[in-house]
């Protein structure tokens, strides 16, 4: 419970809730665990951001998101195959694939996803393993993302399109499981009190990262209290019109 606590306290130093936002990963069909997932979100009227494998994605996941006015979709890549050079760890948008090469599967996702799922496709590119060669970043823009979504703290001037990025992983990959209460909440605290102090970029929404298909039970309760205990003492952004209005409010400031 101490750690519930030293959440309480930490949103007790905020004036007006905070910012939050949720971006699950890997969507690229229906399934029971899709389900818990929506539900979820739909109990606290929560936007979901799920960041879908354009290759896989079928099309009888957008018939299921249409009936969810809260779910947004993001580009998770191509096809989330992991390529490395020698003692790199893997990654999908990097590493020693020719350029021309991913840019033309990137491009192909994206319409893929534009295809499917119409204007609840986002022109947001999420790196599979949250990695993305430097050396690919200025190029994004050109291909028509305005926003990259990856792991950490976002730098205050990016190279490459603006970053929405996340904070907290609920598992533990080595194990394959929830990560436990202490460590993710701790991660929570962590981002939210670095923002209050001005040592990250304070608009930066806090991001949720989660995985529905490798969720253990212990993952789904957790998820459960957390969006529970949170309710209206943190603020749930994201979707379009809120990605829309940001960046209108940038280019008047
Ligand atoms: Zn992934």
New binding site residues.
């Given amino acids: 419970m101490k750690h519930w606590r030293r959440l309480e306290r930490e949103l007790d130093c905020w004036e007006t809730p905070p910012t939050l936002w949720w971006r699950d990963?890997?969507a690229t069909a229906p399934s029971a665990a899709l389900e818990q997932l929506l539900q979820l979100s739909d109990r606290h009227a929560i936007p979901l951001h799920l960041?879908v494998i354009p290759a896989h994605s079928e099309i009888a996941l957008a018939k299921r998101l249409s009936r969810s006015h809260l779910t947004w979709v993001l580009q998770?890549g191509w096809d989330?195959q992991g390529y490395a050079g020698p003692g790199e760890r893997k990654r999908e948008l990097g590493g020693p694939r020719p350029r021309p090469e991913i840019l033309q599967q990137l491009r192909q996702g994206r319409e893929r996803l534009q295809q499917q799922f119409g204007p609840r496709a986002l022109d947001i590119l999420v790196p599979?393993?949250n990695r993305i060669d430097d050396d690919l970043l200025t190029l994004l823009p050109a291909l028509g993302y305005r926003r990259l979504s990856i792991l950490g703290p976002r730098p205050m001037e990016p190279e490459g399109p603006r970053q929405i990025n996340v904070h907290i992983d609920i598992i533990d990959w080595k194990a394959r499981r929830f990560a436990g209460q202490e460590a993710v909440i701790h991660q929570l605290v962590r981002h939210l009190e670095a923002r209050r102090l001005g040592s990250v970029d304070a608009t930066e929404p806090t991001g949720l990262m989660t995985h529905h298909l490798d969720h253990d039970d212990a993952c789904w309760d957790f998820l459960a209290d957390l969006t529970g205990a949170l309710g209206d003492r943190v603020r749930w952004v994201g979707g379009r019109p809120c990605w829309t209005a940001e960046r209108r409010l940038r280019s008047i400031a």
């Fill in positions: 990963d890997d960041a998770h989330h599979p393993w």
